[in-house]
């Protein structure tokens, strides 16, 4: 340990990276990520623990923050940032590690240059400039008498002088030049104003300011440094072209596409809820951060980009987007699909919370209250259900037309570009598809006219109802498992359930079943060697020996995914919940009636194409025998559903 030390700061000094970059850097990767791929985490209120990686110990003394962004060993005094981390772990230099962790987040790592240096310069006196002009609207804002206006209008949106300083609101005056002058007392020159964007010059024209008369919303980095304005129209504008807000063009400081209002405030907030809501104004952020609900962040003035998103789930895995129930909110939802789905990463997904027709976060905590907000955010849809609500419930009176919604549905989850969220999105499809099928058959689905429509007498599917059982008195064939669950590879699950059940390894120890279980081959072997040839007795064994034995003969990434299934699952460990629930069993059921259905369904297709090529009596039978035991398994897994949902998805906050 102390030898990497060592060689961390020896190599330091090799190389220097501009500052912005290793900053963008430690944004972008977040370090319990990091960490994680490489070493079993446990999560620990606001930190992670885990068994220091770089000396010998018995129980965790190795912690990880991601809102400070760094690893701390009580043990060993290892002590690090995301590049320390990846110079130590993987005992590389400090340029490799940069380049690294680059091109994990995407990032191309800049030459040091002259230029460069000069720009970062350049930058930090733009910033300064900013913080004069914001410090001087404010003073606008609170201590003119044309500032009244804003202070009225503020005063009517129930905001108090707290918030307005909090957020460092401001008021940009009427009269065109005030700020150049104001800021010409500070040294500070037009061309400065004219490359933060503050003033406009039009070829010849003297340049002029480019807000006035508005109400002004500083838009702050992460580190709270001011570095563009939203500006708001007050009531009484008199130009009534002029647009409700106005925001900062794109400047050296300002990429709108990659920051989001309020979101070094929200940070802190987000990781401490593990829940971030994404609104669509300023104003509702404001004013859910005065009504005690710090997780809130806005697009800057445009639809949410993916760098945005990807800034999102650096934060939290399951953001929420909340939108207006209007056409515009119905369009804003439809674009947030578009942009998410071929994003989606095993555990990142959005979640989406509809507001009433007509409400705004803003108007509703301050007409219904806080609870009332809550509700909506609670209830917010998964991406998955509501992909399906958008594209097969709107009604087809046609075979043609139903064929038609299908066909673009299908190629939606197309787009998904990762295999395994694909793979489980396709699943999730067919399986409402069935489920949609089995309600036409239904006499209830026929008085509503027959119609092609997958929603008759179907009720409303969201993340709390796990599935759609309860509603027919007959119960419809197997499926919709809880999107938690089916987010999550089928290996991690089963490891999960391992973990958090020990005793199933006796049970389940037959090698034909491991021969079978939907994960990579290493994993069988090193599954199977644990419980044979190490003689484990599996009763024996406690959930965290279990698990540590598992991190030991399983690579990193397959540990992180199951930690993450565990999450899902409501795995807890130190109070073997699941174990007195008996949630462990019935829900192993099901996992080993999955991986039966797959085996018998792979050997009943092979049997049906091996009768297509000879027809005869003898290929025939056999066809028939795996064709009953796959129905067999069907009934069995229908009685699975027809329980309690096991999973009730409760475990997003
Ligand atoms: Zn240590």
């Given at each position: 340990?102390?030898?990497?030390?060592?060689?961390?700061?020896?190599?330091?000094?090799?190389?220097?990276?501009?500052?912005?970059?290793?900053?963008?850097?430690?944004?972008?990767?977040?370090?319990?990520?990091?960490?994680?791929?490489?070493?079993?985490?446990?999560?620990?209120?606001?930190?992670?623990?885990?068994?220091?990686?770089?000396?010998?110990?018995?129980?965790?003394?190795?912690?990880?923050?991601?809102?400070?962004?760094?690893?701390?060993?009580?043990?060993?005094?290892?002590?690090?940032?995301?590049?320390?981390?990846?110079?130590?772990?993987?005992?590389?230099?400090?340029?490799?590690?940069?380049?690294?962790?680059?091109?994990?987040?995407?990032?191309?790592?800049?030459?040091?240059?002259?230029?460069?240096?000069?720009?970062?310069?350049?930058?930090?006196?733009?910033?300064?400039?900013?913080?004069?002009?914001?410090?001087?609207?404010?003073?606008?804002?609170?201590?003119?008498?044309?500032?009244?206006?804003?202070?009225?209008?503020?005063?009517?949106?129930?905001?108090?002088?707290?918030?307005?300083?909090?957020?460092?609101?401001?008021?940009?005056?009427?009269?065109?030049?005030?700020?150049?002058?104001?800021?010409?007392?500070?040294?500070?020159?037009?061309?400065?104003?004219?490359?933060?964007?503050?003033?406009?010059?039009?070829?010849?024209?003297?340049?002029?300011?480019?807000?006035?008369?508005?109400?002004?919303?500083?838009?702050?980095?992460?580190?709270?440094?001011?570095?563009?304005?939203?500006?708001?129209?007050?009531?009484?504008?008199?130009?009534?072209?002029?647009?409700?807000?106005?925001?900062?063009?794109?400047?050296?400081?300002?990429?709108?596409?990659?920051?989001?209002?309020?979101?070094?405030?929200?940070?802190?907030?987000?990781?401490?809820?593990?829940?971030?809501?994404?609104?669509?104004?300023?104003?509702?952020?404001?004013?859910?951060?005065?009504?005690?609900?710090?997780?809130?962040?806005?697009?800057?003035?445009?639809?949410?980009?993916?760098?945005?998103?990807?800034?999102?789930?650096?934060?939290?895995?399951?953001?929420?987007?909340?939108?207006?129930?209007?056409?515009?909110?119905?369009?804003?939802?439809?674009?947030?699909?578009?942009?998410?789905?071929?994003?989606?990463?095993?555990?990142?997904?959005?979640?989406?919370?509809?507001?009433?027709?007509?409400?705004?976060?803003?108007?509703?905590?301050?007409?219904?209250?806080?609870?009332?907000?809550?509700?909506?955010?609670?209830?917010?849809?998964?991406?998955?259900?509501?992909?399906?609500?958008?594209?097969?419930?709107?009604g087809a009176a046609t075979p043609e037309a139903r064929?038609?919604?299908?066909?673009?549905?299908?190629?939606?989850?197309?787009?998904?570009?990762?295999?395994?969220?694909?793979?489980?999105?396709?699943?999730?499809?067919?399986?409402?598809?069935?489920?949609a099928q089995y309600q036409r058959r239904t006499p209830n689905a026929r008085q509503n006219g027959g119609a092609w429509n997958a929603s008759s007498g179907q009720?409303?599917?969201?993340?709390?109802?796990?599935?759609?059982?309860?509603?027919?008195?007959?119960?419809?064939?197997?499926?919709?498992?809880?999107?938690?669950?089916?987010?999550?590879?089928?290996?991690?699950?089963?490891?999960?359930?391992?973990?958090?059940?020990?005793?199933?390894?006796?049970?389940?120890?037959?090698?034909?079943?491991?021969?079978?279980?939907?994960?990579?081959?290493?994993?069988?072997?090193?599954?199977?060697?644990?419980?044979?040839?190490?003689?484990?007795?599996?009763?024996?064994?406690?959930?965290?020996?279990?698990?540590?034995?598992?991190?030991?003969?399983?690579?990193?990434?397959?540990?992180?995914?199951?930690?993450?299934?565990?999450?899902?699952?409501?795995?807890?460990?130190?109070?073997?919940?699941?174990?007195?629930?008996?949630?462990?069993?019935?829900?192993?059921?099901?996992?080993?009636?999955?991986?039966?259905?797959?085996?018998?369904?792979?050997?009943?297709?092979?049997?049906?194409?091996?009768?297509?090529?000879?027809?005869?009596?003898?290929?025939?039978?056999?066809?028939?025998?795996?064709?009953?035991?796959?129905?067999?398994?069907?009934?069995?897994?229908?009685?699975?559903?027809?329980?309690?949902?096991?999973?009730?998805?409760?475990?997003?906050?």
């Amino acid at each position: 340990m102390v030898i990497h030390r060592v060689i961390r700061k020896q190599s330091k000094g090799i190389m220097k990276y501009p500052q912005s970059f290793i900053e963008e850097i430690k944004a972008r990767v977040r370090i319990s990520e990091l960490i994680g791929r490489a070493i079993p985490l446990r999560r620990a209120g606001r930190e992670f623990h885990a068994l220091c990686p770089f000396h010998k110990e018995k129980s965790p003394s190795f912690t990880i923050n991601d809102e400070k962004g760094f690893f701390h060993c009580f043990g060993c005094g290892a002590h690090g940032d995301v590049i320390g981390f990846t110079m130590d772990y993987e005992h590389i230099g400090y340029r490799e590690a940069i380049e690294k962790l680059a091109s994990e987040a995407g990032l191309s790592v800049p030459r040091e240059t002259k230029s460069e240096v000069e720009r970062e310069e350049k930058t930090k006196s733009l910033q300064q400039v900013m913080e004069v002009a914001a410090a001087w609207l404010e003073e606008q804002l609170e201590n003119t008498g044309e500032g009244e206006l804003a202070r009225n209008y503020l005063r009517e949106r129930g905001l108090t002088p707290e918030t307005r300083s909090r957020f460092r609101l401001g008021y940009a005056p009427a009269d065109r030049d005030a700020l150049t002058r104001a800021m010409r007392s500070h040294g500070i020159s037009e061309a400065q104003l004219i490359e933060v964007g503050l003033l406009i010059k039009v070829e010849d024209r003297a340049p002029y300011s480019r807000f006035r008369r508005r109400l002004m919303f500083p838009i702050r980095d992460r580190k709270s440094r001011v570095i563009a304005f939203g500006g708001r129209v007050l009531p009484g504008e008199p130009n009534a072209d002029a647009p409700k807000y106005l925001n900062s063009p794109e400047t050296a400081l300002f990429h709108k596409g990659r920051q989001l209002f309020n979101l070094d405030l929200a940070r802190r907030a987000a990781f401490d809820a593990r829940a971030l809501i994404v609104c669509e104004g300023y104003m509702d952020v404001i004013a859910l951060a005065q009504a005690g609900i710090q997780h809130a962040v806005a697009p800057l003035g445009t639809a949410i980009t993916p760098e945005q998103l990807q800034l999102l789930w650096q934060l939290v895995d399951v953001p929420t987007l909340c939108l207006d129930g209007d056409n515009a909110g119905q369009r804003a939802m439809a674009r947030a699909m578009d942009l998410a789905l071929p994003l989606l990463v095993p555990g990142k997904t959005l979640g989406i919370a509809i507001l009433p027709k007509g409400a705004d976060p803003d108007s509703l905590i301050r007409e219904a209250g806080r609870p009332a907000f809550e509700g909506i955010i609670r209830d917010a849809q998964p991406l998955a259900a509501l992909l399906w609500q958008q594209v097969m419930e709107q009604g087809a009176a046609t075979p043609e037309a139903r064929a038609a919604q299908e066909q673009t549905l299908m190629q939606k989850v197309e787009g998904i570009k990762h295999p395994t969220v694909q793979h489980y999105y396709k699943q999730y499809v067919r399986d409402r598809l069935r489920e949609a099928q089995y309600q036409r058959r239904t006499p209830n689905a026929r008085q509503n006219g027959g119609a092609w429509n997958a929603s008759s007498g179907q009720k409303k599917w969201n993340a709390t109802s796990g599935n759609a059982a309860q509603s027919s008195p007959v119960p419809p064939p197997p499926i919709t498992r809880s999107s938690d669950m089916s987010l999550l590879t089928p290996a991690s699950n089963l490891l999960a359930l391992v973990v958090a059940h020990p005793g199933l390894l006796a049970e389940a120890s037959a090698e034909e079943f491991w021969l079978h279980a939907p994960m990579p081959a290493s994993w069988q072997q090193q599954l199977h060697h644990l419980i044979t040839e190490l003689h484990i007795d599996a009763q024996g064994i406690s959930s965290v020996e279990l698990m540590h034995s598992l991190a030991e003969e399983i690579a990193a990434e397959p540990i992180n995914q199951m930690t993450q299934a565990m999450v899902a699952l409501g795995v807890d460990l130190s109070k073997d919940e699941m174990v007195r629930t008996g949630r462990a069993e019935r829900l192993w059921g099901e996992v080993v009636n999955d991986v039966e259905r797959a085996r018998v369904k792979v050997e009943c297709a092979e049997a049906e194409a091996i009768l297509a090529a000879e027809l005869n009596d003898e290929k025939f039978a056999r066809w028939m025998a795996l064709k009953a035991q796959l129905e067999a398994i069907d009934r069995e897994r229908s009685r699975f559903y027809r329980e309690d949902p096991l999973i009730d998805a409760t475990t997003h906050g």
